[in-house]
């Protein structure tokens, strides 16, 4: 049975940093494609980055390149998004997802993944 546990949201000041953490069980994230989703109230899910299996390559909404990073430890079972320079429009709750789907340019397609974590909440204050 695939589980995906987020952790690591807070509250931080605008220019603050946090890193989330998706841990996984029931596969491995190197077999899947990961993705990290946000969300604000009255808001649509909006795909913020994704990895391929493999990890050798990332993908990101043109709102967090630059200053948001997905990785993932194959070791650990783990999926990361480091965030830095955070502003308050990144604001949301946070979820990861996970598909065995072929992604690619469809990687911020919410209805091509089929598994989620139950999202962590990140709140920043300007």
């Known amino acids: 049975q695939v589980q995906l546990v987020e952790s690591g949201g807070g509250s931080v000041p605008a220019g603050g940093s946090l890193r989330l953490s998706c841990a996984a069980s029931g596969y491995t994230v190197s077999s899947y494609w990961m993705g990290w989703f946000r969300q604000s109230p009255g808001q649509k899910r909006e795909g913020v980055a994704a990895i391929s299996p493999s990890g050798g390559t990332t993908y990101y909404t043109g709102a967090v390149k630059g200053r948001f990073t997905i990785s993932q430890d194959n070791a650990k079972n783990t999926l990361y998004l480091q965030m830095n320079s955070l502003k308050s429009e990144d604001t949301a709750m946070y979820y990861c997802?996970?598909?065995?789907?072929?992604?690619?340019?469809?990687?911020?397609?919410?209805?091509?993944?089929?598994?989620w974590g139950q999202g962590t909440q990140v709140t920043v204050s300007s």
């Open positions: 997802a996970a598909t065995r789907v072929y992604l690619d340019l469809y990687w911020g397609d919410e209805l091509r993944y089929n598994h």
